[in-house]
């Protein structure tokens, strides 16, 4: 059987069970009044009006109806308290907006606010019968109190099933987080519905007018306290994500963390990352649905002109929708999962947009006004925080590379060098040192400037000549450094013995000479060294200072412009 069919099933069957419950509750209830009177609609209005402003938490609403609901049950009986509990009950629902496919939840839900009222009346029944005088004000109060406490442990168990069997929610409990906050609820409503009842008594319906406004006054006041509490508890997670985010060094560590923090501080479904090829092409890079990462094609598609995510690009901020009719029609490509609510951020680096993120929510109207300014705010520490990654990368990288050269310096190789040990791809390591022969002679015949240049066009010279497995880097003044991953001793002296032939077989020049003022053509050598390691974890400042030692003393004391390899032992 598919789910609209079971969906539909929930109707055939509540129908016919409301009718059942309405006279087992007609037959149960110790005094039947006519209940048609002004006092009736009046306490009936109150639960029409309680209905309209429910608390919302992150996972549940929170309805404050049995503070209602015992008035009604004690001054009218069961069946006008079911009733009063129904009408707010479809008000309610219809409040929260819930979709079409969702009607089954209003069969659901009165379902098990029929069984509410039932067996809270029983148990209030129950101890005034034993007590064996409806008048012994004592034991109403005991009664009131039994009521209470039977309402709210069969609402928790109730709201607990109906997650778990109906709305396959594997992972929830008969008392959460958001349980001992209705508890506090309950031991504020309580008093308000006992002194309701007492008024009544007392003076009728200016009793319950009376009784109405300190009830009415505390459901408001219970949610700007929950708002203002979740808001304070939003401020205290964004300030701590937002110490991790600036602690982050790069790009990619602080948008993952972003992500993680959006998932774990607001309410999100699903999420979804999306990197930009233009303004109409999008790469879908990341998929979370229910905290847990779904594998994705990555695959390339075109962004429809209405779509969320070309709006947010195009307009560079944040776009918000409380239903999916608003959105979803121009998102088919975007999704791949279900989802009501949706948010849409762009990310940025440097007021470049490079990415699109994308948070989703089942629940209608989720992402109300003061969310979406808590999220802008928290995006704004995003973007700061890819700003400062962007600036601590590029001063990595310059701290990394010869600005003479553009080639890396020892640091660089070092980092080269790091990565390739972390890949345990590195059987052996050659190295070769070069070192111009007779420079300093050039730069005070040429001047310096000229000596630059050749040191400049070297670099080019070894770039362009080796293949890209070959690390080349500047190791200070005219000295160079040649790192060769996986290349045994025989290669690397080939290889240096073409470098040396590289740079002197071919001539070098510089714009303008100081001897002559024009520009000139400059013969250089250099002089070789090679040291080769055969371990593993082969120390790079070891194999430097082989090659350097092969270099001057092989090559240089041995006449310039030659290859020497350092032996073992030497």
């Not at 109730?158 to 906050?181: A, M, W």
């Not at 094609?297 to 560079?316: C, G, M, P, R, T």
């Not at 310059?398 to 059987?427: F, H, I, R, V």
């Not at 073409?498 to 002559?516: C, G, K, N, W």
Request: aromatic share 12%; glycine share 4%; proline share 2%.
């Amino acid at each position: 059987m598919n789910k609209e069919k079971k969906q539909m099933l929930t109707w055939v069957f509540v129908i016919p069970l409301t009718g059942i419950i309405l006279s087992t509750a007609y037959y149960i209830e110790l005094n039947v009044s006519s209940f048609l009177t002004t006092d009736y609609i009046i306490l009936l209005l109150l639960a029409i009006l309680v209905g309209l402003f429910p608390i919302k938490t992150e996972n549940s609403i929170l309805f404050l109806i049995n503070g209602i609901s015992l008035p009604v049950l004690v001054i009218f009986g069961l069946v006008p308290e079911i009733l009063v509990s129904s009408i707010a009950l479809v008000i309610l629902m219809i409040r929260s907006n819930l979709r079409i496919d969702q009607h089954y939840r209003y069969a659901v839900n009165l379902l098990m606010f029929y069984f509410l009222s039932v067996f809270s009346a029983v148990f209030y029944y129950f101890t005034v019968s034993i007590t064996n005088s409806i008048f012994d004000r004592p034991f109403i109060f005991l009664a009131l109190v039994i009521y209470f406490t039977a309402h709210f442990t069969l609402n928790q168990i109730g709201v607990y099933l109906i997650n778990r069997y109906c709305y396959d929610q594997k992972n929830n409990c008969v008392f959460e987080e958001n349980s001992v906050f209705f508890l506090f609820i309950n031991l504020l409503i309580s008093p308000l519905s006992f002194l309701l009842i007492y008024l009544y008594e007392i003076a009728g319906t200016i009793g319950i007018l009376i009784g109405a406004f300190p009830f009415l006054t505390l459901t408001i006041g219970i949610n700007v306290y929950y708002k203002v509490k979740m808001h304070n508890k939003y401020l205290k997670q964004m300030n701590r994500f937002s110490q991790k985010l600036n602690a982050k060094k790069s790009r990619e560590n602080v948008l993952n963390m972003f992500i993680h923090a959006l998932i774990e501080i607001f309410p999100t479904d699903a999420l979804s990352y999306f990197t930009i090829d233009g303004q109409d092409r999008v790469l879908r890079e990341k998929v979370i649905v229910k905290k847990k990462s779904v594998k994705t094609n990555q695959e390339e598609f075109h962004l429809a002109e209405q779509s969320i995510l070309k709006q947010a690009i195009v307009n560079d901020r944040i776009l918000y929708h409380s239903q999916a009719k608003d959105w979803k029609a121009y998102c088919e490509n975007d999704l791949s999962y279900n989802a009501e609510s949706a948010l849409v951020m762009p990310v940025k680096v440097l007021d470049n947009i490079q990415g699109v993120i994308l948070m989703t929510h089942n629940t209608r109207s989720i992402y109300d006004e003061m969310l979406v300014s808590l999220i802008e705010v928290f995006h704004k520490y995003f973007i700061i925080a890819m700003d400062n990654a962007m600036y601590y990368d590029q001063l990595e990288q310059s701290a990394e590379k010869d600005y003479l050269t553009a080639l890396p310096n020892l640091k660089g190789l070092s980092k080269q060098l790091q990565l390739l040990k972390q890949k345990d791809c590195l059987d052996s390591l050659s190295l070769i040192v070069l070192d111009l022969d007779f420079f300093k002679n050039i730069n005070d015949t040429h001047g310096h400037q000229s000596g630059n240049e050749i040191l400049k066009e070297l670099g080019k010279r070894l770039r362009a000549n080796l293949p890209e497995d070959i690390y080349i880097a500047r190791f200070g003044g005219e000295e160079f450094i040649v790192l060769l991953p996986n290349f045994s001793q025989e290669t690397a002296l080939k290889i240096a013995e073409e470098i040396r032939q590289l740079i002197a077989d071919t001539p070098f020049s510089v714009s303008e000479s100081m001897q002559t003022n024009t520009k000139q053509e400059v013969t250089v050598t250099a002089s070789l060294g090679v040291a080769t390691s055969t371990h593993q974890g082969a120390d790079i400042e070891e194999l430097i200072h082989l090659a350097d030692r092969a270099m001057y003393i092989g090559s240089k004391q041995q006449g310039r412009n030659r290859v020497t390899v350092a032996q073992k032992g030497s």
